[in-house]
């Protein structure tokens, strides 16, 4: 019986968690990923509207739930796995890119705490 290959829950490298080159912190378990889908968003700000057309789209708690739902928004085929490292491609590209008037460098660097 074949082992499923090991995959990074920070940043969905071919490697353990544990000995990811890119994060040294260890990351939350998303809570999102624990309650089974059972909460309401929204939160106490008002109704939720029901959309009635709209069906639930179970995603992987592997920390890439963003990748999963856009991968399956953008509907051409992509994977998670690849659209992510699209993704890091286009940002260690563009690394001075402004967003909201900082670089996307600088996100990165708040983002991940380092």
Known sequence: VALPPVRCDACD?????????????????????????????????GPVEELPQ?????????????FHSLAHGLRDGVSAHALRNQIVRFIEGNADLEVADSPLKDWIEWDSGL
């Open 13 to 45: 490298g071919a490697h353990a968690t544990e000995c990811c080159p890119h994060f040294s912190k260890r990351r939350e378990d998303h809570p999102d990923a624990k309650t089974g889908g059972k909460k309401l968003l929204g939160g106490n700000e």
């Open 54 to 66: 709209a069906r639930v789209v179970r995603q992987p708690g592997d920390g890439s739930c963003l």
